[in-house]
Nanobody, 120 residues
Framework: VQLVESGGGSVQAGGSLRLSCAAS????????MAWFRQAPGKEREEVAV???????RYAESVKGRFTISQDNAKNTVDLQMNSLKPEDTAMYYC????????????????RGQGTQVTVS
């Protein structure tokens, strides 16, 4: 399974971006899709997860602003980010796992290379 993120860019505070994670390869056994982010000098953190039952989980810092969703037709998992703040600036990464929505990036079966989001 290969995960490729897209949709990052630069935006002013208060603006919106929509990130997309395209999955290719052996994809039907994905139990969880997740978005992580890592800001310079900080540890990588979980942003949002979506499991196969449709259950979601969000970091407190993004609740009410970000929404994770799955587009089965396009085989993507998207992250809609609204009301962006400068502290949302980070590299955003997509991850997938066949077992569970782990809280640790390193535990995921499949991981993308990231897309940069800059909020000024």
């Amino acid at each position: 399974v290969q995960l490729v993120e897209s949709g990052g860019g630069s935006v002013q505070a208060g603006g919106s971006l929509r990130l997309s994670c395209a999955a290719s390869g052996y994809t039907y056994n994905r139990n969880c899709m997740a978005w992580f982010r890592q800001a310079p000098g900080k540890e990588r953190e979980e942003v949002a997860v979506l499991d196969s039952q449709g259950t979601t989980r969000y970091a407190e810092s993004v609740k009410g602003r970000f929404t994770i969703s799955q587009d089965n037709a396009k085989n993507t998992v998207d992250l809609q980010m609204n009301s962006l703040k400068p502290e949302d600036t980070a590299m955003y990464y997509c991850a997938a796992d066949s077992v569970s929505c782990w809280s640790s990036w390193g535990t995921y079966n499949y991981r993308g290379q990231g897309t940069q989001v800059t909020v000024s």
